[in-house]
């Protein structure tokens, strides 16, 4: 995976978006095998402005070549996966109420009409409140090419509205997991971009 030199504005928002784009990827399947290889020849520095990120993204790659794909695949079976209640719930309603397909998600539904969004069944199955489903839309309004529509405005206000409300939470029922290896790295890099985006979209306000 090879990570952009961030030399400018416009190679900030591709690191951006990419890391969008995989968290939301490795959250939502078991990870494919070229996409682990990818990022088991990742070089190790932060894949994003800043330093913030360095030490967690050196983890995730770390564990990612620790440990071989069906290991990390049976991780997400085990966590989001199997028959019955999961380990952990991936969705913004069961942090936010305790329950899922409530207030949370009738309101990213919203919102996402307001942008003139909406989820594909036949290629998404879980509902919008998923974290991936949340990435996604993020890696779309920083990397979108319809700038009424993906610029810092919407950013701002999607990521205080659907991400910062929960994910640190998510992170910490990941981590908590026991058998969480991989998946906590992953939570790990994750609070840390939350956070960096946090602070980013403060200086903003």
């Known amino acids: 995976m090879t990570q952009p030199h961030l ?6 928002e591709t690191a951006r978006a990419e890391l969008y784009g995989l968290i939301s990827e490795l959250f939502y399947a078991p990870a494919r095998p070229e ?12 894949p994003a402005a800043g330093g913030f990120l360095e030490e967690p993204w050196r983890q995730l790659v770390g564990v990612a070549r620790e440990m071989d794909d069906r290991s990390i695949q049976n991780e997400h079976d085990a966590l989001f996966g199997g028959v019955g209640k999961p380990e952990v719930y991936a969705f913004a309603s069961h942090f936010l ?20 969004l909406g989820r594909d069944e036949t290629t998404m199955s879980e509902t919008e409140d998923h974290v991936s489903y949340v990435f ?3 890696r779309f309004l920083v990397a979108g090419e319809d700038v009424a529509v993906s610029n810092l405005t919407q950013q701002a206000k999607f990521f205080a509205a659907h991400v910062q409300t929960w994910l640190p939470a998510f992170c910490d029922a990941v981590q908590a ?3 969480a290896r991989f998946y906590a790295a992953l939570a790990e890099l ?8 946090a602070q980013g979209f403060d200086m903003l306000a």
């Open 35 to 46: 996409l682990l290889e990818q990022l088991r020849v990742a070089a190790t520095e932060a």
């Open 190 to 197: 994750t609070r840390a971009f939350v956070n960096v985006e």
């Open 97 to 116: 109420t305790g329950f899922l397909n409530e207030k949370p998600l009738a309101q990213m539904r919203t919102d996402l009409a307001a942008l003139g």
């Open 136 to 138: 996604e839309v993020m």
């Open 177 to 179: 997991t026991p058998r």
């Open 7 to 12: 030399s400018s504005a416009l190679d900030e």
